[in-house]
């Protein structure tokens, strides 16, 4: 399993990598700007190569390339598109970034937070095609085909009549004294029509396992003054579309996640900039491989949802108005925009080596928190795969 992960890993993060910086890549050569480089990973440079007199060559340092260089990188953990001029040399040459005009440049440093952006909507929209596992409501959308339909526990809460019978988050709810349980408002009227009374309740566990459990709803502080069983319930489907539906559900599903996602990012920083520290939990890389292998063992489907949302996650961070990352660069074009001038070049360029460098120790201190919450576990694993 920890193999699959891994290459699962590699394939997901390698793939959202190099769909943002193609994006810049082909932006800039329609634009005519110069490509340099289109690396992969970050410098120092492993390996690379380019073309010469028409055929393909290794890159030696310190000769002349022709044309693009394509490198491999020692650090694993991203990309970059290197662009003549893009440091603000070449403001004479026409196929310089610098030499462009406003809007040239905006687009080609948005072009890859687009293509991301472009992405979820593909993999969502394939996800809608082929059947996605969803929350659903009590009424799902007329177009949609929803089957696999389920009442799921997501909280049990402690010292609860559920959590004395042994229901677990997670579990699916079958059936309630042997009649279907087909919504959550059916549940609850079944079970508030049998308040304080002996239930069987027959639930189906994760790995498939179903097992009939007693269990008798009481009055609890949670409850509100009714008879609960003391459970958090969700109904949940795979939901399918036409094929002529699905890309515009893609698109739907992609708005409502970009919504969900820039509410939790806001959310985020402004308990840092409040309180100094957030109470969301931020993973790097091998925080991300260890979801990668949660999903991996959910199917399919799960990890084209997973991949979805990286990927949204990547096209909004990378958009986020900070110096080294392409919002930050799209902002020192709307303040010229707004003065009328450049910021110096010089300035520029150290805001975003400083930006850079800040950005590369935030990832060594989130990986450091990663391993420390994950790495007995992936310590283990890695013994067991050569045990």
Same mark, same amino acid.
């Given at each position: ?94 196929? /310089? ?5 406003? #809007? %040239?440049?905006? &687009?080609?440093? !948005?072009?890859?937070? +687009?293509?991301?952006? $472009? ?120 939901? /399918? ?5 699905? #890309? %515009?559900?893609? &698109?739907?599903? !992609?708005?409502?996640? +970009?919504?969900?996602? $820039? ?125």
């Amino acid at each position: 399993m920890i193999l699959t992960t891994v290459i699962t890993f590699i394939i997901i993060f390698g793939l959202l990598i190099f769909l943002h910086e193609l994006g810049h890549f082909v932006t800039a050569r329609k634009f005519g700007v110069r490509v340099d480089e289109f690396g992969f990973g970050l410098p120092p440079r492993m390996i690379g190569w380019h073309r010469m007199a028409g055929r393909w060559k290794r890159f030696v340092k310190g000769e002349k390339a022709e044309g693009t260089v394509y490198s491999l990188n020692w650090i694993p953990f991203g990309g970059f598109v290197r662009l003549f001029g893009e440091d603000g040399s070449g403001e004479g040459e026409p196929d /310089s970034f610098s030499a462009k005009g406003k #809007l %040239p440049r905006a &687009v080609i440093l !948005t072009a890859g937070v +687009a293509m991301n952006a $472009l992405f979820t909507v593909l993999l969502l929209g394939a996800g809608f095609m082929a059947g996605t596992p969803s929350v659903i409501d009590e009424q799902p959308s007329p177009r949609a085909t929803v089957r696999d339909v389920r009442v799921r526990v997501v909280e049990v809460i402690e010292g609860s009549p559920a959590a004395a019978a042994g229901i677990a988050v997670g579990d699916t709810l079958h059936a309630l004294d042997g009649a279907p349980v087909s919504s959550i408002r059916d549940f609850q009227e079944r079970v508030q029509a049998r308040a304080r009374e002996a239930l069987t309740l027959q639930i189906i566990h994760e790995d498939g396992a179903t097992k009939d459990l007693n269990v008798r709803a009481e009055t609890i502080p949670e409850g509100g003054g009714k008879a609960i069983i003391g459970v958090g319930l969700i109904r949940t489907g795979v939901v /399918s579309y036409p094929w002529y539906w699905a #890309l %515009p559900e893609g &698109v739907r599903a !992609t708005g409502e996640l +970009a919504r969900s996602l $820039l509410k939790g990012f806001g959310h985020l920083f402004k308990n840092l900039v409040t309180t100094g520290r957030t109470d969301a939990t931020v993973s790097g890389p091998v925080g991300i491989a260890v979801l990668t292998g949660q999903v991996v063992h959910l199917g399919f489907i799960y990890i084209l949802q997973f991949a979805a949302t990286l990927s949204l996650n990547l096209a909004i961070l990378n958009y986020i108005p900070f110096p080294a990352l392409d919002g930050g660069r799209v902002l020192f074009i709307l303040i010229e925009a707004l003065r009328g001038k450049a910021v110096s070049k010089k300035f520029e360029a150290a805001m975003h080596t400083v930006g850079f460098a800040l950005l590369i120790t935030l990832i060594v201190f989130i990986t450091y928190k990663d391993i420390a919450r994950y790495g007995a576990g992936i310590f283990t694993a890695i013994r067991n795969v050569f045990t």
